[in-house]
């Protein structure tokens, strides 16, 4: 029986993977950033295909790509990347907003085998062993900090061996290897079953080991001034950081007319809907109330030999614009802000991006 039932596995397997190994791959990791608040984590825990199905589960995550990372050199496929020395990895796009990468990196641990050094599963060998590809130093604290709380918490009965390493580079895999749990689910679904994954991991962690809690609102803060710096545009910095003004009628929002939210750019905190949006003639994006009036602070703003009302955020401490009492009914309120302060949420986005909750305004 377990014979035959290798032999079914092993069809399967030559049956799904065999193809033309120039098909067209996925655009790299550069050509998938959809906006500069998305993160990446790079994992590697055995069969990509796994690995990738269980991390689009997640809410947050935008999208994982399978693909090769850790080697030397060369132009990796599935034909040589054992020989280069790479790993089969799957490289993951998340808004922090929603969920962490510390959150992440517990996922991980919940869905490997962090203590085999000889694979994963029935996938044997160091083109299979688990490994995590940190980014920057705030990623390794944060892997590390959690490895060692694994290994305080011994809940596993054998020393971790995953390897926390600098990520050095990351090539998508062909394009048949991609969402191949949605492409073939049958063949799929045997090749799961066969590895013995889920049922050696629901003996450690129980069959809950899947679940992520939620960020809570509490979340949207003001990142650290480095990481401020490293993914503000030199305009969005000077507007939300300087106390800048930009160009009228040369902003990216002056004139949206698509349904959504308006987020703070730097802490992800909700401030305005496109219901409460209106044209003030003034070439800047403006709005007759807050969706959340917790969100902001209102300051006395005496600077250019006047008086104004300054508007910033209450996490993000950023400065949006003014309001001023010439707006519209029903407040008689014209928030005018700036474009840079803001990021755009399309209604048809606001749930992967964790906003669900403000679907409401648009029923």
Known sequence: MRNSL???LTVLFLLSCSG???ADQKKNSADIMINSNLQIATFAGGCFWCVESDFEKVNGVVKAISGYSGGQGGN???ENYHD???VEAVQIYYNPKVVSYEQLVDYLW????STDAGGQFVDRGTSYRSEIFYHDEEQRKTAEKSKEQLVQSKRLSKPIVTAIVPFKNFTAAEDYHQDYYKKNPLRYKYYRNGSGRDQSLDKTW???RGKIKPLTESQYKKPEDAMIKKTLTPLQFKVTQEDGTEPPFQNEYWDNKRDGIYVDIVSGEPLFSSRDKFDSGTGWPSFTRPVESENIVEKTDKNLFMT???VRS???????????????????????MNSASLRFIAKEDMKKEGYEKYLELFK
């Open 20 to 22: 033309n190994s120039g």
């Open 6 to 8: 290798f032999y079914m």
């Open 84 to 86: 280069l020395g790479y």
């Open 308 to 310: 104004r009302t300054e």
């Open 76 to 78: 990796p496929s599935y």
């Open 314 to 336: 209450k996490n993000g401490n950023s400065h949006l614009g003014h309001v001023f009492t010439d707006g519209p009914k029903p407040t008689g309120l014209r928030y005018c």
């Open 206 to 208: 129980g069959p809950g």
């Open 110 to 113: 919940k869905h490997i085998d």
